[in-house]
């Protein structure tokens, strides 16, 4: 298992917040293959779990590299947090690219 693209049930368990909700508006109450959560609580652990693999195993000379993760593609997300991140960066992003494209 990828530490952060299929998260443990625990997680789950302790932040259900950072489940992904469907366009429909159901929310995914397992996580599953490609979780991509905007979830801030989700966010931290992965990157506690990736600074520990560097910090654990990062000078190992047994170890020439590691992937997080192997399927780039997503499932959406339309969860609060998702939709909050998208608002404070994606439009600042697009009208950037509006700008430079226009």
């Known amino acids: 298992m990828h530490p952060t693209p299929t998260p443990p049930v625990w997680l789950g368990e302790k932040h259900p917040e ?40 990062g000078q190992n000379p047994n170890i020439w590299g590691w992937q997080l993760d192997n399927e780039p593609n997503s499932q959406p997300d339309y969860s609060p947090s998702a939709q909050e991140a998208f608002s404070e960066n994606g439009l600042r992003t697009v009208t950037k690219r509006l700008m430079f494209e226009s």
């Open 18 to 57: 950072s489940f992904l909700v469907r366009a429909d508006g159901l929310v995914r109450t397992r996580f599953t293959r490609k979780q991509r959560a905007a979830d801030p609580s989700y966010l931290r652990y992965t990157e506690r779990i990736i600074t520990e693999l560097g910090r654990r195993y």
